[in-house]
C-alpha cells in the first residue's frame, strides 16, 4: 500500500525530517522549524520527491534509510547527546514493550506468575 496521509504520523514525520535534513546537507536532528523560508520550501520539496519516490511496501524503505542514518551519522563517536534537542522523553517503561511482549506479560500475569525479566 503507498505512503498516505494516514501514514504520516509522529514517528515517520520524524524518520522522514531525518532523512531528508541528511539530502540537504544539514545534521540530520535539525528541527525543520528552525530553517528559514527558502529551506523549508527547498525540504518540502525534497520530502514530496522521496515520499513520491517510495515503493509500494515503504516501510522498510523508510525505516532502512532512517537507520542508516542514525547509525552512522548520528550514533558516531563525534555525536555529543548535550546538544541534541529532545522533543520529547519516555518515563514510562510500558510505552517501550512490543506488542509480543505486553502479550507474554498479561499471559505470564494472568496465570498467576510474576513474569521475570
Do not use: C
Not at 4 to 28: C, G, S, Y
Amino acid at each position: 500500500m503507498p505512503f498516505t496521509q494516514e501514514d504520516f504520523n509522529q514517528e515517520n514525520a520524524t524518520r522522514l525530517n531525518v532523512i531528508i535534513m541528511k539530502q540537504m546537507e544539514k545534521p540530520p536532528l535539525t528541527r525543520y522549524y528552525s530553517l528559514g523560508q527558502a529551506l523549508k520550501d527547498k525540504h518540502r520539496r525534497l520530502l514530496n520527491e522521496y515520499i513520491a519516490s517510495l515503493p509500494e511496501d515503504w516501510e522498510p524503505k523508510l525505516v532502512g534509510d532512517f537507520n542508516t542514518i542514525v547509525n552512522e551519522d548520528i550514533l558516531n563517536e563525534d555525536f555529543d547527546p548535550s546538544k541534541q534537542y529532545v522533543k520529547e522523553i519516555n518515563t514510562d517503561p510500558q510505552m517501550l514493550l512490543s506488542p509480543e511482549q505486553e502479550a507474554w506479560i498479561k499471559e505470564e500475569t494472568d496465570a498467576g506468575k510474576p513474569p521475570v525479566f
